[in-house]
T-cell receptor, first 115, second 111 residues
Framework: GAGVSQTPSNKVTEKGKYVELRCDPISGHTALYWYRQSLGQGPEFLIYFQGTGAADDSGLPNDRFFAVRPEGSVSTLKIQRTERGDSAVYLC?????????????FGPGTRLLVL | GENVEQHPSTLSVQEGDSAVIKCTYSDSASNYFPWYKQELGKRPQLIIDIRSNVGEKKDQRIAVTLNKTAKHFSLHITETQPEDSAVYFCAASPQVNKFYFGSGTKLNVKP
């Protein structure tokens, strides 16, 4: 079946602008995660959704970052007043039920470049 | 929080040789340890995982070992092939659905 998809694949924006990144998880997966991957580093946890609610948002770096998942499927990561340091690949992952020790399946990522 | 360290950062081997990548973790509550392979510009893909109730798991040319007492786990790839070339990430999970990743190992398999 279809895997996790993310759009856009690339996004170039100017410092101070607002961006939205979209994630479409595997059909039927109730758990969804956002990670940020800087160049040469491993993915860094941002936020985890179980259904429509954010169960853990402790990884969001500051209040410029916000994510929603209104219908329990597609999620949008929103970044306000972008800064050059926000440049990274933003990865989305999903898992079936959100249980412990459960495999997370990753999307291809959105490469964000803030000029 | 959990801290995962991964070594080496780069590894170059001759085709057919074995490759070993090591990770340590700090939180004794971690009980799930997946390994992901990421080719350039592609998504991370799970290649093998191990749970804390076992010490070793094998899948064809790939094996993972876990030492809970020492808080370290390792990925072993035997009979390496050029298509094994990629960046490999280890991760540890001390709580529900929160993965902490290592910084990655770039493996280069020379034909």
């Amino acid at each position: 079946g279809a895997g996790v998809s993310q759009t856009p694949s690339n996004k170039v924006t100017e410092k101070g602008k607002y961006v939205e990144l979209r994630c479409d998880p595997i059909s039927g997966h109730t758990a969804l995660y956002w990670y940020r991957q800087s160049l040469g580093q491993g993915p860094e946890f941002l936020i985890y959704f179980q259904g429509t609610g954010a169960a853990d948002d402790s990884g969001l770096p500051n209040d410029r970052f916000f994510a929603v998942r209104p219908e329990g499927s597609v999620s949008t990561l929103k970044i306000q007043r972008t800064e050059r340091g926000d440049s990274a690949v933003y990865l989305c992952a999903s898992s079936l039920a959100g249980g412990q020790q459960e495999t997370q399946y990753f999307g291809p990522g959105t490469r964000l470049l803030v000029l | 929080g959990e801290n995962v360290e991964q070594h080496p950062s780069t590894l170059s081997v001759q085709e057919g040789d074995s490759a070993v990548i090591k990770c340590t973790y700090s939180d004794s509550a971690s009980n799930y340890f997946p390994w992901y392979k990421q080719e350039l510009g592609k998504r991370p893909q799970l290649i093998i995982d191990i749970r804390s109730n076992v010490g070793e798991k094998k899948d064809q040319r790939i094996a993972v070992t876990l030492n809970k007492t020492a808080k370290h786990f390792s990925l072993h790839i035997t009979e390496t092939q050029p298509e094994d070339s990629a960046v490999y990430f280890c991760a540890a999970s001390p709580q529900v659905n929160k993965f902490y990743f290592g910084s990655g190992t770039k493996l280069n398999v020379k034909p």
